[in-house]
């Protein structure tokens, strides 16, 4: 079974800093998915960016990028400029190339941006 | 934000009651999932269908049921609620279409209180 694991339980950056959150797992797998999703409070949870194992260049969507490093199971997101409104959980999930299709959630970071 | 909605948003209830999360989608989507969470935690998986009468249990044990008579809605029954059924309830959904990912679009959450 897969696994995901976020070791910063939270974070706390100012305004407009860079802040890198943290996550890795396991799988024998080789084809797969990785994502980050954004929880803020009490609102939907929704995607943040998506990473495809069998692609060797790393995902961006605009001031969120990835560090996926396949060998090491490593899969890190990274926000640059950050806003207040990124305030919120972040989930790194792992899913299954085909089949159900279902998530599996790392414990999540909980970010804070101060201004 | 995501056409998936679910109500209630919250519930207090006492224990032994029978209770139904309702969860409804208008994307015409083939997939929907329910998953639970705790406060602060992961999400864990509990139910899914591939589509009308199609119901699979997740990779956590749950003692609610699921049912899929309408495409556009996937409500989760509790025949009676317990305490330790306190947590929080996110409904989501995917199209069937492709042959490799489709996202998953989340919808509020219902946060379940049993007293």
């Known amino acids: 079974a897969q696994t995901v694991t976020q070791s910063q339980p939270e974070m706390s950056v100012q305004e407009a800093e860079t802040v890198t959150l943290s996550c890795t797992y396991d799988?024998?797998?080789?084809?797969?998915?990785l994502f980050w999703y954004k929880q803020p409070p009490s609102r939907q949870m929704i995607l943040v960016i998506r990473?495809?194992?069998?692609?060797?260049q790393n995902a961006t969507e605009n001031r969120f990028s990835v560090n996926f490093q396949k060998a090491a199971k490593s899969f890190s997101l990274k926000i640059s400029d950050s806003q207040l409104g990124d305030t919120a959980m972040y989930f790194c999930?792992?899913?299954?190339?085909?089949?159900?299709?279902?998530?599996?959630f790392g414990q999540g970071t909980r970010l804070t941006i101060n201004p | 934000e995501a056409d998936i909605y679910q109500t209630p948003r919250y519930l207090v209830i006492g224990t032994g009651k029978k209770i139904t999360l309702e969860c409804s989608q208008t994307?015409?989507?083939?997939?929907m999932y329910w998953y639970q969470q705790d406060p602060g935690m992961e999400l864990h998986l509990i139910h899914y269908?591939?589509?009308?009468?199609?119901?699979e249990k997740g990779d956590l044990s749950s003692e609610s049921t699921v049912s899929r008579i309408r495409t556009e809605h996937f409500p989760l029954t509790l025949e009676s609620a317990r305490p330790s059924h306190t947590s929080q309830y996110l409904c989501?959904?995917?199209?069937?279409?492709?042959?490799?990912?489709?996202?998953?679009?989340f919808g509020p959450g219902t946060r379940l209180t049993v007293l």
């Open positions: 989501a959904s995917s199209s069937l279409a492709g042959v490799s990912y489709n996202e998953q679009f």
């Open positions: 799988t024998s797998e080789n084809n797969y998915y």
């Open positions: 990473q495809e194992a069998y692609k060797q």
């Open positions: 999930a792992f899913m299954s190339f085909g089949g159900a299709q279902k998530l599996v």
């Open positions: 994307m015409g989507h083939d997939k």
């Open positions: 269908s591939y589509g009308v009468n199609s119901t």
